[in-house]
């Protein structure tokens, strides 16, 4: 199974920049896709294809990278944001998440 | 608009089987490219893609589960279901259903996701 690795947390001042990022074991190519998934609530895609937006997604909201590593920003963060975010890859069966790095407010 | 909402028995016992029904609306599993997929979320813990199924029948399942999952769908009434065989404790967790987007005929992504149905197995 292809493993993907996320930092656990990440602290980061309202109007900043925040960037996750999410390390495959083995090349996924541009099959990366990223979710939100706030207190209590379903996960929301805001990311498909590695940098893709889903429909009706902030444009403060991006994605990019390829084969084994890549890169979620959120520029600039709003309290809203407040939330788990998930990458997940389809390269290869079977369909595996990383863990979720929780974004947290300074 | 697409929508999913799950359901389900909410408690059952250890080596019992669990049944669970997506009711969806805004697509048809008829449709060419539509596909439903099942995640399960442990309490406080990460997410673990089970199984999806396609417009044409075609099913994928995770090899962790070998051969205790069957997904299937009723095309007409607008449902997908998900069983597991021979549940523990281990499969306890919130389970979504999500309307999924294929990449060659396969899942590749879920952009619609149901609200999710909390399970317990519990002697």
């Known amino acids: 199974d292809i493993v993907l690795t996320q930092s656990p947390a990440l602290a980061v001042s309202l109007g900043q920049r925040a960037t996750i990022s999410c390390r495959a074991s083995?090349?996924?190519?541009?099959?990366m896709h990223w979710y939100q998934q706030k207190s209590g609530q379903q996960p929301k895609l805001l990311i498909y294809?590695?940098?893709n937006l889903a429909s009706g997604v902030p444009a403060r909201f991006s994605g990019s990278g390829s084969g084994t590593d890549f890169t979620f920003t959120i520029d600039p963060v709003e309290a809203d944001d407040i939330a788990t975010y998930y990458c997940?890859?389809?390269?290869?069966?079977?369909?595996?998440f990383g863990s979720g790095t929780k974004l947290e407010i300074k | 608009q697409v929508t999913l909402k799950e359901s389900g028995p909410g408690i059952l016992q250890p080596s019992h089987t669990l049944s669970l029904t997506c009711s969806f609306s805004?697509?048809?599993?008829?449709?060419?490219?539509?596909?439903v997929s099942w995640i399960r979320q442990p309490s406080g813990k990460g997410l673990e893609w089970l199984a999806s199924?396609?417009?044409?029948?075609?099913?994928y399942n995770n090899p962790s589960l070998k051969s205790r999952l069957t997904v299937s769908k009723d095309t007409s009434n607008n449902q997908a279901f998900l069983k597991v065989t021979s549940v523990d404790t281990a499969d306890t967790a919130t389970y979504y259903c999500?309307?999924?987007?294929?990449?060659?005929?396969?899942?590749?992504?879920?952009?619609?996701w149901g609200q999710g149905v909390m399970v317990t197995v519990s002697s």
């Open positions: 083995e090349s996924v190519r541009s099959s």
């Open positions: 199924i396609w417009w044409n029948g075609n099913t």
């Open positions: 805004g697509f048809s599993l008829s449709t060419y490219g539509m596909g």
């Open positions: 999500a309307h999924t987007r294929g990449g060659g005929g396969r899942p590749y992504y879920f952009d619609y």
């Open positions: 997940q890859q389809s390269r290869n069966d079977p369909l595996t």
């Open positions: 294809g590695a940098s």
